[in-house]
């Protein structure tokens, strides 16, 4: 048997280290008491995804409206009119949507102005999405995105059938012009401006 060795020994002084931090851990813990001991966060992820989606849900969706440009369909809204009865018009045909007032809307410099044909008779489509504010065929457009002069704010030109049993349904601008040179369309421009700006239109949507 060998004699006990003077020298000292690294392996037992480190597990007796780690003892001794173990020991006063658990000493540690029992002196502050549950009450005291840390507790977990809350993770905020789920309360962010609640909130989120509580919020989506009560953000009002403007309802798309369908009109025409050169020939194709197109979507767009119409959340301001300068016209106060224009404005009531527009809010009815869209249901619970409401269209806002604004009267300075009708200031605004008839450079910054695309232009909207609107149909005061004529056709009546079948199809209520495809029918303009007035009761008559979709309203037509100048212009679209893309184009130098297009504008979500339009000037309204009513347009009317001399002869309403003739009528037929108008997809652009052209053919309206053509159509008023003939006889067959009286156009009236107005001061009204509405807020039209494009969400789908041919080679593009937002």
Known sequence: MNPPSDKPNPRADRRLL??????AGALLLAACGSDDAPQA?????????????????????????????????IMFVHPEASDADIAATLETMMGSSPVIHVPALADVPTSALATVYVFTNGVVPNDMGT???LGFQADV?????????????RRVVKVTWQDPASATTHTNTESILTAEADGQLQLEPTDIVV???????????R
């Open 41 to 73: 966060v809350p993770s905020a992820t789920s309360d962010t995804t609640e909130v989120t989606a509580e919020a989506s849900s009560e953000t009002p969706a403007l309802p798309a409206v369908n009109g025409y440009y050169d020939d194709q369909e």
């Open 195 to 205: 807020n039209m700006p494009f969400l789908a239109w041919p080679g593009g949507q």
């Open 131 to 133: 029918m303009g504010p």
């Open 141 to 153: 457009f100048d212009s679209a995105p893309g184009d130098a002069s297009y504008s979500p704010l």
């Open 18 to 23: 780690t003892i001794g931090v173990a020991v």
